[in-house]
C-alpha cells in the first residue's frame, strides 16, 4: 500500500483513514515516528494491556556471538 500526503505550513500530516483503520490507530492516540533504513516509520504506542501478546507467533530468537572470554 503506498498513499502519498502533503506536508502543511505547519509541519502537519493526516494519517489517510486506510492506514487508520488497518493499525487501529484512534484520535487521541499517541504514536512514535522513528527513522530506519533511510524510511520515517510511524508505530502505534500501545499501552500495556494492548501489547501483552503482540509477539505472540513470531520468532523472536536473537543469534547471538559465542562468548569470547570462556
Same mark, same amino acid.
Given at each position: 500500500m503506498s498513499t502519498t500526503v502533503t506536508v502543511s505550513p505547519k509541519y502537519q500530516i493526516v494519517i489517510p483513514q486506510e492506514v487508520r483503520e488497518r493499525m487501529g490507530i484512534k484520535p487521541g492516540q499517541k504514536v512514535t515516528f522513528m527513522e530506519w533504513k533511510g524510511a520515517v516509520v510511524i508505530v $502505534?504506542?500501545?499501552? $500495556?494491556?494492548e501489547a501483552f501478546g503482540f509477539l505472540k507467533g513470531l520468532d523472536v530468537k536473537l543469534e547471538r556471538e559465542k562468548d569470547q572470554s570462556a
Open positions: $502505534p504506542v500501545l499501552s $500495556p494491556d
